[in-house]
């Protein structure tokens, strides 16, 4: 069990690395393709790379708990990167990187009257300052400020903190299910709503470059196949505080890989709201699991 929780956490590590020095390239490859039309390629091929898998390694794929992972998909892929990928259209790769991580402090407010798990005086305060950072960075007195994009990104975050709630119950449920299986079924799942909206909407071709190929296999194999597997397998492992914790290593190679990538630079009410929230946030999971071991 030690060995598999230190398994857990160097994959969390390596996963936070994988997604947030990513963000800046999603933002680059639409300049090749429409966002749901990325969405799509990415889910779709990311769930058939893991069945494939599951046929090398001969493990079972059509489990009678498949139609049970519809929603996990909704929420975790196709939420999560739908309302993520609509974020970097209208705004910095940058800000959705951080303003996606305000996960955590969903999963804490979600949790008061789903699971009744009551907050403290000093976890409220935590949520507090992250409410704080928000307003900073939605800066109501600027008009010019895109409020569309700080939006998306926090449905983005929202969506992601619904999914870690109904995965760690199905982890509770099933705790048998194979790990694999479930995260191929709940990508394939969450990208079925997204090719509904390419459908729908009325989409250019897609600019087939080398550079876009090289950027989509790494979304579908390490950002997708690879980091999903790494997150729920986590959330089986580890206290989902520690998750959230460990994984706020996201956000920061975010910001850093969209300064270095897209030469994005904050504006001082930008610095400030980034500070508040990944301050208040580490905060938060902080008082989390001190309260479980007391």
């Not at 230190?6 to 999603?26: C, D, E, R």
């Not at 893991?50 to 996990?72: D, N, S």
């Not at 969450?190 to 950027?215: A, K, V």
Request: hydrophobic letters at 55%; one cysteine or more; a positive charge.
């Amino acid at each position: 069990m030690k060995n598999k929780k230190i398994l857990a956490v160097t994959g969390l590590l390596l996963m936070s690395i994988i997604w947030g020095s990513n963000i800046p390239y999603m933002k680059v490859a639409l300049n090749f393709s429409d966002p749901a039309q990325f969405v799509f390629l990415r889910n779709f091929f990311g769930a058939m790379t893991l069945f494939v898998i599951l046929l090398c390694l001969r493990k079972p794929i059509f489990i009678k708990e498949a139609p049970k992972l519809f929603v996990l998909g909704l929420f975790q892929t196709a939420g999560f990167t739908g309302f993520l990928i609509w974020a970097l259209v209208e705004g910095g790769a940058s800000k959705t990187a951080i303003l996606t991580f305000t996960m955590p402090l969903w999963v804490a407010l979600m949790a008061w009257p789903l699971l009744q798990e009551r907050l403290t005086l000093s976890q409220w305060i935590s949520v507090l300052i992250v409410i704080l950072g928000i307003g900073f960075i939605f800066d109501p007195l600027n008009t010019d400020n895109n409020f569309r994009s700080t939006c998306l990104a926090l449905a983005a975050g929202f969506s992601w903190a619904i999914g870690t709630i109904l995965s760690k119950r199905i982890h509770r449920k099933y705790p048998r299910m194979d790990l694999l299986t479930m995260t191929a079924w709940q990508m394939l799942w969450g990208s079925i709503p997204i090719l509904s909206i390419m459908l729908l909407m009325e989409s250019q071709s897609i600019l087939w470059t080398p550079y876009f190929l090289n950027i989509l296999l790494f979304n579908v194999v390490f950002v997708n196949a690879i980091a999903y597997l790494l997150w729920f397998y986590a959330l089986k492992h580890l206290d989902a505080s520690l998750v959230s914790m460990l994984a706020l290593f996201t956000p920061i190679s975010g910001a850093i890989s969209a300064w270095l990538l897209l030469d994005e630079v904050p504006n001082s009410l930008e610095k400030i709201g980034f500070s508040l929230i990944l301050s208040g946030i580490f905060l938060l999971l902080l008082y989390k699991s001190k309260e479980k071991l007391s």
